[in-house]
């Protein structure tokens, strides 16, 4: 309860004890996502941490044998073992720009991987001359011992649509049924060109 005596506020000590029990209240009914049972209507599973240590883990994709890629934004990628749950990072990652909402993004693994251990990765670009400038790129590589070989660049736009943004990178990978691969680009904080096809930002990309 408040009360104005003389142009002063003044607060009912029972007012802010009931204030602080309603706080206290609330700050401990805050969902715990990281260890919690979660229930649906068809579902009851329960949360728990598998592996932390990352800055901000962006992407990940499983291997055949289970072990799990796993993208940090910060552009370092790791290898986590399912077994020991431990992880190693894996080197011959390409520089990426590492500001904003770029940097290292997704991960893919292709559907072919134990045949040719091809994995995909989305990743913030730069122009040499003009490091603030930036968008997203796909390369391939070969992983073979915890390192990234053979690279090959599967898209990368021209240097024209390179800009100062460093926002809304997309960059999604996923393979279909038939062998293609698929991937999006954000609209790059320019969302009047998601519609139009003569850009490439705003888009999902199929090769």
Request: glycine letters at 8%; zero cysteines.
């Amino acid at each position: 309860m408040q009360k104005l005596i003389n142009n002063n506020l003044i607060t009912s000590p029972s007012f802010l004890l009931l204030f602080f029990i309603s706080s206290y209240v609330n700050a401990n009914d805050v969902q715990n996502w990281d260890d919690s049972i979660e229930k649906t209507e068809k579902e009851t599973f329960k949360v728990e941490t598998f592996i932390d240590g990352f800055d901000v883990p962006w992407g990940m994709a499983f291997l055949p044998n289970k072990n799990l890629i796993v993208s940090d934004r910060n552009g370092s990628l790791w290898l986590v073992d399912y077994n020991s749950k431990t992880k190693t990072q894996i080197i011959g990652v390409p520089e990426v720009r590492y500001k904003g909402q770029g940097g290292l993004l997704d991960v893919q693994v292709h559907p072919g991987f134990i045949k040719n251990n091809f994995i995909y990765i989305g990743f913030t670009s730069y122009l040499k001359s003009k490091k603030n400038k930036t968008f997203t790129s796909v390369t391939r590589f070969k992983l073979e011992n915890n390192k990234l070989i053979d690279q090959k660049i599967i898209y990368k736009a021209d240097d024209i649509y390179y800009g100062i943004y460093s926002v809304h990178y997309g960059t999604r990978i996923v393979f279909d049924k038939e062998g293609y691969l698929y991937f999006s680009i954000g609209d790059r904080g320019k969302r009047n060109q998601a519609q139009l096809l003569d850009y490439p930002n705003g888009k999902i990309h199929r090769l």
